[in-house]
């Protein structure tokens, strides 16, 4: 099939084809309300006419297929009653198929293909979705780091962090983001494309390397570690310190009803 945009012909070796933006819009998508066709549980599609057409993930990333960039403000406000929108677009990757003879190859920001199908650009898309919703969570995270380097240090010097309100905060957005990653985004899982066409690994292959899906998922999972273990020792010891104190109090008032006994006594007693 060709996939040229708005009815043009595949142009000669070497020239753009397609145009690919793909942009993280939301927090999550709900694609059961969203009256757009289903590719599965996770992809829906709309699709823009003459070989253009555009994909929505749950997890808040659209990836356009030749979409004019006078058409994009319209298809968000589209999803936009359907989805956990964030405060403005977060992160984009900009990509152009470039006509080449086989074999495919993909670098900086160009993917030479000979006649692009619909399942290499459902295999593209998957991979650009993927990368701008963990830029995303990679801007995300550097903040968190910043609110957290702080208390590193002042455990290092022997102080604690007292704002436990702000902890339980930044602890329970390194949760929502792991929990993301895991439950809804599934980094690790390949497009049910590859199950019944395994010939299109090379393309996911060649396309997760140049974007580094794996190692930067591998990278915020480290740092999220780092987030959270900063996080739980800071207030395990808050509450160590709480206990601490209690304890203290408690004994005291013992202490102070001993003497009020004993001085009660003695007092009855030189009474007597």
Known sequence: MSTAPRGMAPLAENEPIMRIIAECIAKSINLRTLDYP???HSIAIKDLGEGC???VYK????????AREEDLPFIRAEIAPHADMLDGISDTESVEIIAGETPFSVYNGKIKLETPTRDQLYIIADVLSKSVVLSRYENMILEMLDTIEPIAENMRHGKIHGGRKKLIKTLGNSLAIQNAMVSRIMVDDKPEQLWDMPELEKLFSLMSSEYEIKERQRVLEGRLKVITDTVRYNTDILDYLSSYRVEWYITLLIAVEIMLTLYEMFFKHAQN
């Open 38 to 40: 289903r590719l599965s």
């Open 53 to 55: 057409f555009v994909l």
């Open 59 to 66: 997890y808040g990333a659209l990836v356009h297929f030749g």
